[in-house]
């Protein structure tokens, strides 16, 4: 890994450790340490999924990336000293007429390094994986051949899922799977180069879409994030309940636990290095969790996507066998969170009842809160209105809903660094030229415009709950449509999902909780 690529990318871990609340990773344990490696990844937010996935992986990545982007010559510059390649890709050749590019790829791999691609070619919308491109499996069977078939690349599908790709603050899970071993095809490669090339493809494609928690088609998508808010959390109660379920079958008995604590005892010291860098990074999130004024998701994002994925199954079957089960369906949704929007109320209104939702003491402990904290909330929201508000409109001009996310990484840290800059030279100018006052004054300015995020939340928070309980109060026959429209929704979800695992186990397929994507 050369310095810059090192220093670059110390800088962006920051940076996205600041901008999300988490970014979860699993699976990194089955990345080669030593081969070569072609991280295969879907494609959701444009340049931001380079920054993730970089960020995530300790290895140095030659990612292969538009010639367009070279125009610039200081970002030709920049990324010629990253090991960036050039992709000259046409329509007509699908990436086929790069030998240049090809070349320096079988290069890099030769010696043992890394290649990132994005197999789809082009930003894929959220939940959905585009048809794969035939260039990763080009180049790792490409590879091969020029080095006798010798020389084990390894595909490594990852499935880059955002929580909300333009949110600030959301949560992001990077899934890496189980590395293809490209001389698996070696065989094949050498008897039909097309048919090789064809069934690594597919195979890749199949796991991106594992790994990313695909959903097929962009109206059944809707449907989902429809259902999601109603539905979601009982079927991830489901899963947590089976997983207790499946930990107590499989408890392994006395002989196992002492083989596996011998085992356990002689690994100790090998990991010792990763614990302490665990208990750093542990450290790390806590402080930027303070700083922030945010808190850990409730629920692994994995789990959120499993479930999802489940809902989707179940749609897909019923769309295919029933799908005026699904329009019926769909129309009850529709009506459901239009009356819930009406009257400004949260899906899971039923489960709060009105006496967990305010009282007499609770509304005294916010109108407190809303006093004392007043101070520090508006000193971050006087200093921070400006540069928020500049990067909010550079988000809102992005010509692609794909770049808004890494449009507002970097205009925020221009922005937000170029006012500040502003702000502490005009206190050094006009306070004697102190400099652990202006410190002082700098240091407060972040920390106070993350927490006036989180005060204004509060309030809007405890402005929903007064508003409930009011309804509850004084709209006990509309409380009770609305209960009644949730219930029906929810037993006729029940009754799909019922009917859908029948179905499952009948023909010998996964039944609909038997594992999580997580």
Known sequence: MTRLYRTIRRLLKLATAVYFVEIQASGREQIPADAPVIFAANHPNSIMDTVILGTQTNRQIHYMAKSALFKNPLVATLFDHCGVIPIHRTPQTDGASNEDAFDSAFGVLAKGGCIGIFPEGQNSMERQVLR????????????????????????????LNFENRDRFLSTVLVRFGKPIDAREYAEMHKVDERLAVQELTERLAQNLRDLSAHIEGEQLHELVEYIWPIYGTELVEDMVAYRKQVALDERPDFET????????????????????????????????????????PSEPLGDKLWAQRQIADVLAHYQAHDPQRVAALRLRLWAHSDHIRQVHLRHDF?????????SRKSALQFTAYAIFFALPAGWGLVHNFVPYQLAKLAISRAPDEAIRAITGLLSGAFFFSLFYALYGAALWWGAGKSPWLVAGYLFSLIPTGFFFLRYRHQLARFRRRILTRTLFRTEKGLIETLARERGEIIAELDAMREGYREVAEAEGARPALSESVG
């Open 350 to 358: 039923i489960d709060r009842p009105p006496q967990t939702l305010s």
């Open 257 to 296: 636990l002492r083989d596996a604590n011998i085992a356990n005892i002689a690994l100790d010291e090998e990991f010792d290095d990763d614990e302490d860098a665990g208990k750093r990074s542990g450290r790390r999130a806590w402080l930027l969790d303070r700083l922030r004024s945010t808190k850990r």
């Open 132 to 159: 794969i491109k035939t260039g990763t499996a080009r180049i790792a069977l490409g590879a091969e051949q020029e080095n006798n078939y010798q020389l084990g690349v390894q595909i490594v599908p990852v499935g």
